[in-house]
Every structure is written in C-alpha cells, then in structure tokens.
C-alpha cells in the first residue's frame, strides 16, 4: 500500500516562505511531483523531480521562487516555495509514479497522490 503524506501548509504573508514535505510510504517512489489547485481551477503542475535529481519547473508562474529537492534515502519530497503571491493560494498536491526517466509534467503521469495541503498567501 502506497501512501504519500504532506506536511507544511499554512497561512503566510504575501512575500514569505513556505516548505512542503511529502514522504512516499510502501515503495520508492523514482519520480515525485507538486501539483496545486486554486478555487475553481484545474489542478496545475508546479514541479517534478527523478531519482537523479532532474527536476523541471511550471513555466513562469513559479520559475525562479520554488525549488523543488529530494531525499532518495527517506523517500521525500520537498518543495521550497519563496516569495509567495496571493496567486500561489491553493491545496499543493504531492504525486508519486515508480517510473525513471526525465520528470512528467501530466497528471496522468502520477498513479499515486497525496492528500493535498492548504497554502494561503495573504496580500
């Protein structure tokens, strides 16, 4: 039983920092993502990153201000998120796939999916 636990959500204000957590439990998980999901929107990728630490980005909207990074020895995820904008409110999802290669960006990539976690930025 695969399961995939997220911490760090929180309220912050406009301009702060936040870090997400996700631990893969069951198998190892070679390819881990965040995703999030505003109020009434799709769920859109954030970033991805592979076992070898590859990792790939949401064009714009978050380049340059979130770093996602892993630890292969504790099945984790991280995803660092700075100078935070209102805009980035939503529930961060974390995703899992048992799959090598250069990170997906679908979210038909990912068979395994967390619980989401809240991020409220506050302008």
């Known amino acids: 039983q695969v399961q995939l636990v997220e911490s760090g959500g929180g309220l912050v204000q406009a301009g702060g920092s936040l870090r997400l957590s996700c631990a893969a439990s069951?198998?190892?998980?070679?390819?881990m993502a965040w995703f999030r999901q505003a109020p009434g929107k799709e769920r859109a990728f954030v970033g991805a990153i592979n076992w070898n630490d590859v990792s790939t980005y949401a064009a714009d909207s978050v380049k340059g201000r979130f770093t996602i990074s892993r630890d292969n020895a504790k099945n984790t995820v991280y995803l660092q998120m700075n100078s935070l904008k209102p805009e980035d409110t939503a529930v961060y999802y974390c995703a899992a796939a048992p799959s090598y290669g250069y990170p997906a960006t679908s979210r038909a990539a990912y068979g395994y999916w967390g619980q989401g976690t809240q991020v409220t930025v506050s302008s």
């Open positions: 069951g198998r190892s998980m070679y390819t």
